[in-house]
């Protein structure tokens, strides 16, 4: 039975040598979960006409910057903002930087000097809010959440130096409140290391007296209750701010950015 790898070494013999992988396919490539497998996605310059199953050929008057395999994360996480929602791009684009996947640098020289590409317009709206202290796409959806409710901004991935002297490193730290959010997925589950790690970590946090909310995979499924959950974790350590705020800037999370940077050029 072929593997998804196989589809796209097959796709690879049947197209032009020249064509690379792009957008979702190429994040693919690079271990990002992200969109389907299926279309795959390929770009190649010049005006080429082929049909073949499961495989979208992108046309383009410019080649983005590649390699032997694909183009390069920065080109592949434009060609991704030209289709995404706003929420969607943060989580990607704040792990990749995470993860160091994404030169700055490089994203920048696309964005300057090849404005007219496809996405680049989406890419630059979103860039404020991508925040390279996440270490994977769900923290930084989780991070988004809390951000664009309204609440405290947390810090995050910061080492905090318990009572006992125990040092941890929470998800999410709320310094002012002494209130932490661990984000907790299938790995926390499934990796036995990781596994007893969660259950030392907890146990540091009781045995000195810190309130903490554990935020699951199937929680984060319905936003709204992920953040109230935080929201009242914080209230019971004397936040005495606004409550979540779910219009205005909430809502910007859900729409593509190709939307909302037509209605921002046309504000």
Same mark, same amino acid.
């Given at each position: 039975?072929?593997? #998804?790898?196989?589809h796209?070494?097959?796709?690879?013999?049947?197209?032009?040598?020249?064509?690379r992988t792009?957008g979702v396919?190429?994040?693919?490539?690079?271990g990002?979960d992200v969109g389907?497998?299926?279309?795959?996605h390929?770009v190649?310059?010049?005006?080429l006409?082929?049909?073949?199953d499961?495989?979208f050929?992108?046309?383009t008057?410019k080649?983005?910057?590649? %390699?032997?395999d694909g183009?390069?994360?920065?080109?592949a996480f434009?060609a991704f903002?030209a289709q995404?929602? &706003?929420?969607?791009?943060?989580?990607?684009?704040s792990?990749?930087?995470?993860?160091e996947?994404?030169d700055?640098?490089?994203l920048e020289?696309?964005l300057?000097?090849?404005? #007219?590409r496809h996405?680049?317009?989406?890419?630059?709206?979103? &860039?404020?809010f991508?925040?390279?202290r996440?270490?994977?796409?769900p923290?930084?959806?989780? &991070?988004?959440?809390?951000?664009?409710?309204?609440?405290?901004?947390p810090?995050?991935?910061e080492?905090?130096?318990l009572?006992?002297?125990?040092?941890?490193?929470?998800?999410?730290?709320?310094? %002012?409140?002494e209130?932490?959010?661990?984000?907790?997925?299938?790995?926390?589950?499934?990796?036995?290391g990781?596994?007893?790690? %969660?259950? %030392?970590?907890?146990?540091?946090?009781?045995?000195?007296?810190?309130?903490y909310?554990?935020?699951?995979?199937?929680l984060?499924r319905?936003?709204?209750t992920?953040?109230?959950?935080v929201?009242?974790?914080?209230?019971?350590?004397?936040?005495?701010?606004?409550?979540?705020?779910?219009?205005g800037?909430?809502?910007?999370?859900?729409m593509r950015?190709?939307? &909302?940077?037509?209605?921002?050029?046309?504000?």
């Amino acid at each position: 039975m072929m593997t #998804w790898d196989d589809h796209v070494r097959a796709a690879q013999l049947a197209l032009p040598g020249a064509a690379r992988t792009t957008g979702v396919t190429r994040l693919r490539q690079l271990g990002f979960d992200v969109g389907t497998p299926f279309p795959l996605h390929f770009v190649v310059e010049g005006d080429l006409h082929l049909r073949l199953d499961d495989v979208f050929l992108h046309r383009t008057v410019k080649m983005p910057p590649h %390699d032997d395999d694909g183009v390069t994360p920065e080109a592949a996480f434009v060609a991704f903002c030209a289709q995404g929602r &706003l929420l969607d791009a943060i989580k990607l684009g704040s792990a990749l930087l995470g993860k160091e996947k994404l030169d700055g640098h490089l994203l920048e020289t696309i964005l300057t000097d090849e404005r #007219w590409r496809h996405g680049a317009a989406e890419t630059s709206y979103v &860039l404020p809010f991508l925040d390279d202290r996440c270490r994977s796409m769900p923290e930084a959806e989780l &991070l988004a959440y809390v951000v664009f409710a309204g609440l405290p901004i947390p810090e995050v991935n910061e080492t905090v130096i318990l009572a006992d002297g125990t040092e941890l490193a929470p998800d999410e730290w709320f310094e %002012d409140y002494e209130f932490a959010v661990e984000y907790e997925g299938s790995q926390h589950q499934e990796d036995r290391g990781q596994y007893t790690a %969660d259950i %030392d970590r907890y146990a540091a946090y009781r045995r000195n007296h810190v309130d903490y909310e554990l935020v699951t995979k199937e929680l984060m499924r319905s936003p709204k209750t992920t953040v109230r959950r935080v929201h009242a974790g914080l209230v019971a350590r004397g936040y005495e701010g606004a409550e979540p705020d779910f219009d205005g800037a909430w809502l910007t999370l859900f729409m593509r950015l190709v939307d &909302l940077v037509r209605r921002l050029r046309a504000a």
